[in-house]
């Protein structure tokens, strides 16, 4: 079996190509990471909507809306009839965890597995923005159905 010189450039080439394309999405990838005060900051956000949701404390759950939010449902109690007819497993979840998160062009994105009361398992994507005060404010929240139940 024959090399030629030139096969050999190419496939040097291509191992060096592929290299820094490895090594620069790992460098963004890290880059996309949350400080750990932010992400405990963003989850505090996040638990303590939950919590309020819980307790019926609508005023309290309602503080946690952006303003892009407040403007679209623009009293408490059309916010939370909102939440009670579309986010009815984050309005009541049996349980839930964080998982993944990242943050891009200033929004940070926080996934959660919640289980509501039919131990039906959700993924929820919390959207939040870092205001001009430096809390974290929630901008949008999307759900989607898990196959199967919780154990």
Same mark, same amino acid.
């Given at each position: 079996m024959v090399i030629r010189r030139s096969h050999l450039i190419f496939c040097n080439s291509?191992?060096?190509?592929?290299?820094?394309?490895?090594? =620069?999405?790992?460098?963004?990838?890290?880059?996309?990471?949350?400080?750990?005060?932010?992400?405990?900051?963003?989850?505090?956000?996040?638990?303590?909507?939950? =919590?309020? $949701?819980?307790?019926?404390?609508?005023?309290?759950?309602?503080?946690?809306?952006?303003?892009?939010?407040?403007?679209? $449902?623009?009293?408490?109690?059309?916010?939370?009839?909102?939440?009670?007819?579309?986010?009815?497993?984050?309005y009541r979840p049996a349980s839930y965890l964080f998982g993944r998160n990242t943050q891009s062009e200033g929004r940070v994105y926080q996934e959660l597995i919640v289980t509501d009361l039919n131990r039906q398992l959700w993924q929820v994507i919390y959207t939040l923005r870092q205001q001009d005060d430096k809390t974290w404010k929630v901008t949008n929240v999307v759900m989607y159905p898990y196959d199967g139940v919780s154990a």
């Open positions: 291509v191992i060096a190509i592929l290299a820094a394309l490895f090594l =620069s999405s790992a460098a963004m990838a890290r880059e996309n990471l949350l400080s750990e005060p932010d992400q405990q900051a963003v989850q505090q956000v996040i638990v303590g909507q939950i =919590s309020a $949701f819980k307790t019926d404390d609508y005023s309290a759950a309602y503080s946690f809306a952006a303003p892009n939010v407040r403007q679209v $449902f623009p009293s408490v109690q059309v916010f939370i009839d909102m939440v009670r007819s579309q986010y009815m497993p984050l």
